[in-house]
């Protein structure tokens, strides 16, 4: 499933953590938004983990798992859509 990562942190350091974090799960596609590709297991480890790097007090990180059928009916503007990442790639 597409799970959409959107944060708003107003601290530059646990921003910048945060998103250097995100980008070992998915693709940055605007500058406080990342699509990843995740299986169920994988994005309740990653809200488990992002809970850690957060201060829910003065942060505010939404996750919105998107289901195929909506994946494929997504529309863009500049940009690519949404693309799962290869299931190998060949070294």
């Known amino acids: ?12 350091k646990r921003r910048t953590k945060l ?3 995100l980008e070992g799960y998915g693709r940055r596609v605007q ?3 990342f699509e990843c590709f ?3 297991e994988e994005m309740r ?3 488990e983990k992002v809970k850690k790097l957060v201060k829910p007090v003065e942060d505010n990180v939404r996750f ?3 289901s195929q059928e909506a994946v ?4 863009t503007i500049g ?7 290869p299931k190998y790639y060949v070294i």
């Open 1 to 12: 499933m597409l799970v959409l990562v959107v944060y708003d942190i107003p601290d530059d």
């Open 19 to 21: 998103s250097n974090f």
């Open 31 to 33: 500058l406080s938004v």
């Open 38 to 40: 995740l299986s169920l």
């Open 45 to 47: 480890e990653l809200h």
């Open 64 to 66: 919105y798992w998107i």
């Open 72 to 75: 494929s009916r997504v529309l």
């Open 79 to 85: 940009g690519e859509t949404p693309q799962p990442p």
